[in-house]
Structures are given as C-alpha cells and as structure tokens.
C-alpha cells in the first residue's frame, strides 16, 4: 500500500468522512479513508461494501501525502501532526462540505453560531417540512450532505448546520440564507485563544454570498453588529433580529409578549407564551427560524403551526422525568459557558447544576451570578476539578464532585428538595469521561429513568 496514490484521502472516517469517501467514488475519483482512531462497525462495513480502502488506529503519513486533495474531520486538530504534516506539504484541504458543495443542486441554508444552531436548524427545517418543501438536513445533524448529492434528486433546500471547524475549511461553498444566531467565546483552545480568530471563522459563511442571499444575524450580538457596519455595504441582503424594541431591524419584540417580524412585505405576530420551546434563547432561535421561512415563502398560517408543535432534539433542555418531586433536564448539549448560562436562565425553581468535563478555556464568571442565586448545589462531573473548585468554592451551601453519572445523580438527588431541579448543563466538551456530548445525555437519561422505574415498583 505504501506506493499506491490516491487522488483524495479522507481523514476521519465518521459520517461525515465516509460520505465524503462514498461522493469521491460515485464521482470516478480514487480516495482513501485514513482514521488515527477505531472506525464504528457500520462505517467499516459501508466502507468494505463500496470497495472503499481505509486504514484505522494510525495514519499513513507518506501515503496522505502523496494525494492532491485531503478532506479533513471538523473534529481533528490543527495541532495533529498529520495535520503539521499536511500544511507543510502544501496540500489543500477541504470540509466534507466544501466537497458536498460542488455536486449541490439546490440551494442552502447555513445556520452557524456559539450557541442555538442546532435547535434553530431543527425548529426551520421542521418549519420548511410542514409548508410542503422538499428540503434535507446535513451538517451537524442528520446526514453528512455528501452523502446526499450523490444522487441527481435532490431537495430543493438543504438545512445544514455548521461549525466553525467546517467553515474554517469551506471556500466555494455558497450559501443563500446565512443565519447567524450569536458568537460567543467556544472552541478557543482551536483559536489559539484568541475569540477574534474564532469569530472570523463563523463569518466565513458569509464569504460567497450576491445580491440573492440573505443574512439573518441576531442584531445585540456585538461582535456580529460591528463587522456588518464595518463591512457596509454588504452584497447580500441583511435581516437583523432584536429582542427587544428597536427602529430598522427586521424584528421586534414588544412588551406586551408579541413576536413581531417586519421586512419586506412580511407582517407577523406570534405569542411568545405559545413558542413550542420557552426562554430568551428560544425566542432568538424562533425569530431567525421564521424570517428564513418567510422569506422562503412559507405562509402565515402554516409558519404559526409550526412554530406551535415544534418537539426539540435531545439534549437540549430535555424534560427526563419527575422523582421524589425533584425534575430532572437533561442540557448534555450545553458544551460551553454561554450555553449553560441561557439553559440557567430558563430556571424557575431552585436546582442542583451538574457541571463540567473536558475544559475549552471556560471562564466562569459569566455565570455564576446566576449560580449564586439560584444553585442550591453544584456537582462537578469530570476528571479534573481544580478549575471548577477555585471558581465556585464557598458561593453555593454544597458541592461535591463525581467520576461517574451514576455517582453524580447519587449526590444530585442527596441536594435536591421537591420541588427543585437536577439540571445537567456541563459548560464543558465530554471527552475525560463519555464518548460524546451524545453518549453523557444518554447515561443521564437512563439512569434517572431507571431510578423512576425502581421507584414505581415499591409503590
């Protein structure tokens, strides 16, 4: 193997990465999977079906090197040094949607942000769905959307939700409607640290955009406000959302708990109270869903049902379930401080905050205001407490800290009184102790309703 060349190498052999290798082949073109980990039993068995070489648990460094072309995993670091390697050769790299881009026949709708994508992504699509389009989801959710242009009949639209690890790769790809929820600090141990790097990399979805396209951008943010009045005039055509009263954006919200959407020949009211999903956070992921919508053409009415009966994804603000009258929300998606603090704001009741995991540079002390107010115990669920400690010690009655969800929940239950929450809302990625944000939302889950059922069995 170690002659052969290929004109394309996927690093990374997840979904994204395997539909990248299965768009490189229906297209003609010789690709290599290469994985420094294991690959999941269905990407290897995909990968065997289709004739697909690949390699797992190391890289191949002199044959990656040999290819013209790398498409690279959002999850693999600059820092890897295969990826040294890569850049010192001169090699382009690509995002598996860089790739998708080039056989996409419809048009796409680019949802990115530090926080509300995916809810956003979900809740428009759900919108799109309902009005009768023909539309795809891919991204961070659903699909990989290489694997969807693969073939000929493709929906008219494509939902895609993108990171800032896709976009930082993405050059060509256009996007129709840029929605732009908020750019808060994340991911800065990526950036080198540097929020403005960070930044940037989310305004790249931008980079393609004509007098077609649109740009809907939440319009407090303030990085986000600086670069559009610093960038005047814009090709695209600009659609702020506020949240609260303001002359000239393309929405307002008023006191009397009315959504209010104004642009173009659009009017349209919604209760808030009737949001499918409740908190500031939603009214902000609602308000850039329906102005997609609306200018997409989706009517009135079916916008308003839609916005009614919408079922959030997993983990986020997932209602687990009741015991010994304590509830219990599963927020395992809640990877970064930002995150934490709307799921915080949403809080009603007194509540135990499970918190912590594998730290991306967090600061604190945007939430712990919050904390102090309202937390009546912390309990740190990570392999490295020290930070958390210093940050919190001495400003809620109890902390304690766990290497295990069973264990967390132990404590979790031992602080909370009826009427209070068990709020798992980490701020922190999941790697010290679970496989993926995914995979520590399920534990949580299953052991809490594992818990109930023992419960209803000695009643």
């Known amino acids: 193997m170690s002659t052969e060349k290929f004109h394309a190498v996927v690093l990374g052999a997840g979904e994204s990465g395997v539909g990248a290798a299965l768009l490189y082949q229906s297209r003609g073109i010789s690709v290599f999977v290469s994985d420094y980990g294991s690959i999941a039993p269905k990407y290897k068995e995909e990968l065997e079906e289709h004739g697909i070489p690949y390699e797992e648990g190391c890289h191949s460094t002199d044959l990656i090197l040999r290819s013209e072309e790398i498409v690279k995993s959002p999850g693999i670091p600059e820092k890897a040094p295969i990826m040294q390697a890569v850049r010192e050769r001169g090699i382009p790299v690509i995002s598996e949607i860089e790739l998708a881009g080039r056989y996409l026949r419809g048009k796409a709708i680019g949802i990115t942000g530090s926080n509300g994508k995916t809810t956003t992504t979900m809740w428009l699509h759900h919108i799109l769905s309902e009005a009768g389009m023909k539309v795809g989801l891919a991204g961070n959710v659903g699909f990989s959307l290489a694997r969807q242009v693969i073939t000929d009949d493709q929906p008219e639209y ?113 209760p808030i109270d009737q949001l499918a999903l409740q908190g500031p956070h939603n009214l902000q992921n609602a308000m ?44 395992s998606k809640a990877t970064n401080v930002s995150s934490t603090y709307y799921a915080l704001r949403t809080m009603t009741t007194p509540y135990v905050l499970i918190l912590g995991g594998e730290d991306k540079g967090n600061d604190y002390m945007d939430i712990t205001d919050l904390i102090t107010a309202g937390a009546r115990g912390l309990v740190f669920l990570t392999t490295d407490v020290l930070k958390l400690y210093k940050s919190f010690h001495g400003k809620v009655p109890q902390i304690a800290s766990a290497l295990s969800m069973e264990e967390a929940i132990e404590h979790a239950r031992q602080m909370a009184q009826p009427g209070d929450t068990v709020l798992l809302s980490p701020a922190c990625a999941s790697f010290d102790l679970f496989q993926s944000y995914i995979h520590r939302g399920d534990c949580f889950r299953e052991v809490v309703q594992s818990l109930i059922q023992d419960e209803e069995k000695h009643v």
């Not at 009263?245 to 959504?259: E, H």
């Not at 850039?288 to 079922?311: C, E, H, Q």
């Open 288 to 331: 850039a869903a329906s102005i997609a919508a609306l200018r997409l053409g989706v009517s009135a009415d079916v916008l308003t049902r839609a916005l009614k009966d919408f079922v959030n994804v997993p983990h986020r603000l997932e209602k687990v379930g009741v015991l010994d009258g304590v509830r219990y929300i599963n927020d």
């Open 158 to 270: 494509f939902v895609v939700e993108l990171s800032s690890f896709q976009l930082d790769d993405m050059y060509r790809f256009r996007v129709h409607i840029a929605l732009l929820m908020n750019i808060t600090p994340d991911h800065l141990d990526r950036y080198h640290y540097n929020f403005e790097e960070y930044a940037l990399a989310k305004m790249r979805i931008l980079q393609n955009q004509t007098a077609e396209d649109a740009f809907i951008y939440w319009g407090e943010d303030e990085f986000i406000s600086r670069y559009v009045m610093a960038h005047q005039p814009m090709p695209m055509q600009t659609l702020p959302f506020l949240t609260y009263p303001q002359v000239g954006s393309a929405a307002d919200k008023s006191d009397d708990n009315v959504m209010r959407l104004h642009f173009d020949d659009h009017q349209f009211e919604f």
